[in-house]
C-alpha cells in the first residue's frame, strides 16, 4: 500500500519586501501548498478603515474577517503605501491581531484538501500562528534594497512615489513590526535565515527547496 503523504507546513516571517513573499509563492507551487499571505489581511482591514473610518468598529472588523476569502488578499490595491502604513497601526492592536489569528489559524491547519499542505509568510507565522510548523525561515535583506524593491514593485501598477518616500516608509515600519509588544517580528532560534539581499528569485528558491527536500528524503515527509 502507498504511504499516505503528510500534511506540510511551512512558517516564514520577514520584514516588509525582503522578498518572502515572491518566495512563498513559488515553494507553494512547486509543493502544491495553499499559499496566505498573512499580513495582506491586516491590509483589507486597513483598506476598509480608510473607506469607511465612520463605520468602522471591532464589530464591523469582525463582519469583513468573517467573509474574508483567500482570493480577496490578491487585489492590487492592497499594496498602496496608505494602506500598508494603516496596516501597520491595526495589527498593534491585540484585538485587531486576536481576529486575523483566527483567520490565519484556520487556513494554515484546515486549507483545502486539494493542498498538500500550507505555507504562510508575515511577521509572527513561526512562533505565534504557526509554531509548530515542518520548516522555519525568516527572510531578509538590507534596507535599502527592500525600498528599491517597492518602489519598483509599486510602479509597475501606476502608483506615483519617490524611492525616498517608499523608504522613509519601509523604515516606519520596520520600527513599528520590531518593537510593538504584541507579537513582534523576530527571528527563532528554529527558523533557518535567507539573506535575498544579493540572491535572484530563482536562487532564492533554489536555497529553501534544497533544504525542505534534504528533510523530505531523511523523514520522508511528503
Known amino acids: 500500500m502507498r504511504k499516505k503523504k503528510k500534511f506540510i507546513k511551512i512558517a516564514i516571517d520577514s520584514p516588509a519586501a525582503a522578498g518572502a513573499g ?8 512547486h509543493y502544491n501548498l495553499l499559499y496566505v499571505d498573512t499580513g495582506k489581511a491586516y491590509r483589507v482591514l486597513a483598506m476598509y478603515k480608510i473607506n469607511n473610518p465612520k463605520k468602522f468598529n471591532m464589530n464591523f472588523a469582525k463582519k469583513k474577517i468573517k467573509n474574508l476569502k483567500v ?28 481576529l486575523v489569528h483566527k483567520f490565519q489559524t484556520k487556513l494554515a491547519y484546515s486549507p483545502p484538501k486539494k493542498y498538500s499542505g500550507s505555507c ?30 517597492r518602489y519598483r ?11 525616498e518616500e517608499v523608504l522613509k516608509s519601509i523604515k516606519l515600519r ?5 518593537s510593538r509588544k504584541i507579537a513582534p517580528l523576530k527571528k527563532t532560534k528554529d527558523s533557518i535565515l535567507i539573506n535575498t539581499t544579493n540572491l535572484s528569485k530563482r536562487a532564492c528558491f533554489l536555497k529553501i ?14
Not at 22 to 29: C, D, E, G, R, V
Not at 174 to 178: G, I, P, T
Request: glycine share 4%; charged share 35%; hydrophobic share 35%.
Open 209 to 222: 527547496k534544497k533544504i525542505i527536500d534534504k528533510k523530505i528524503v531523511i523523514n520522508g515527509n511528503l
Open 71 to 98: 482570493k480577496d488578499l490578491n487585489k492590487k490595491k492592497l499594496l498602496s503605501n496608505e494602506i500598508g502604513t494603516e496596516a501597520s497601526i491595526l495589527a498593534k492592536q491585540k484585538s485587531i491581531r486576536n
Open 22 to 29: 515572491t518566495l512563498a509563492k513559488n515553494i507553494s507551487k
Open 174 to 178: 520596520d520600527k513599528r513590526d520590531y
Open 153 to 163: 514593485e509599486l510602479n509597475q501598477l501606476n502608483m506615483k512615489i519617490s524611492y
Open 120 to 149: 504562510l509568510d508575515g511577521r509572527d507565522i513561526t512562533y505565534n500562528i504557526v509554531p509548530d510548523a515542518d520548516f522555519k525561515f525568516f527572510i531578509t535583506a538590507n534596507i535599502k534594497t527592500r525600498a528599491l524593491r
